[in-house]
């Protein structure tokens, strides 16, 4: 089954109207669209000389070199003796699927947040936030066990602790995981739509004992106490990319993050 592509986990939710990589200036959907989100697209310069030949502007060649330079340095890591396959990053974003990070101080404040609602001993369901589950493993603590519900089959990497989902199965889950049997779930829906949020929020009432955390976009705060009961917190999660979109936390509990 083909899906449209989306942020996964960490990650900002927008939906691509083109093919091409997110480098490039933004444009918005009409106004009264429900899920109007910045857009990316090419931005093309033609010389009056030469009307036939597009050229990007010197505002996304900058940009394209940038993220060229960064992407050596994340592979001259890779190949370092001290590579950890669990930091944030470790699988680069894949520009097709949509897919941002938390920045490095957001993702271990989730992870922080996860360890102590859980508890002594509880159990973590990261669905759709690679990059929580990547925080909480590089933390290694022994005191939690934690697996990651995700679309995208490069984190299969990670082993059992690997589950594949796709929000639009929202109960098409393995027999193993039973219900009601994590003390948190975090989830990041991949897309800033109500369709798209009451689909997963199935999942994370099928998953968890009762603590939820959700980090999806400003504009979902109704649609989210709607599905899932949760309240807007304090804390505003941050990305690794400066994103058009504004992002927040969600909880149902008692949270450090107001």
Wanted: net charge negative.
């Amino acid at each position: 089954m083909n899906r449209a592509p989306c942020f996964s986990g960490s990650k900002a939710r927008v939906q691509l109207w083109s093919n091409f990589c997110p480098l490039m200036e933004t444009c918005s959907p009409p106004a009264n669209s429900p899920d109007a989100v910045s857009l990316p697209r090419f931005s093309w310069k033609m010389d009056d000389d030469d009307d036939d030949i597009p050229q990007l502007s010197s505002h996304t060649l900058a940009a394209l070199q940038e993220f060229y330079l960064e992407q050596q340095q994340r592979e001259g890591m890779k190949t370092s003796q001290g590579f950890n396959q669990y930091s944030v990053g470790s699988i680069e974003e894949d520009w097709q699927l949509s897919q941002f990070w938390y920045s490095d101080e957001t993702a271990s404040c989730l992870a922080n947040e996860a360890i102590v609602a859980a508890g002594k001993g509880g159990r973590i369901a990261c669905v759709s936030a690679p990059s929580v589950y990547q925080k909480l493993r590089e933390q290694g603590g022994a005191d939690f066990s934690v697996c990651i519900l995700e679309y995208d089959r490069r984190f299969s990497v990670y082993g059992e602790e690997f589950i594949f989902y796709d929000y639009n199965n929202p109960l098409n889950l393995p027999e193993h995981l039973l219900p009601h049997s994590f003390d948190i779930v975090v989830a990041d829906p991949p897309y800033l739509s109500e369709e798209c949020l009451q689909k997963t929020a199935e999942t994370i009432k099928y998953l968890t004992k009762g603590k939820i955390l959700l980090c999806t976009g400003a504009i979902m705060e109704e649609q989210a106490a709607k599905h899932l009961g949760v309240k807007i917190c304090k804390f505003i999660p941050k990305h690794s990319r400066n994103l058009a979109n504004e992002f927040r936390c969600y909880v149902n509990y008692a949270s450090g993050l107001d």
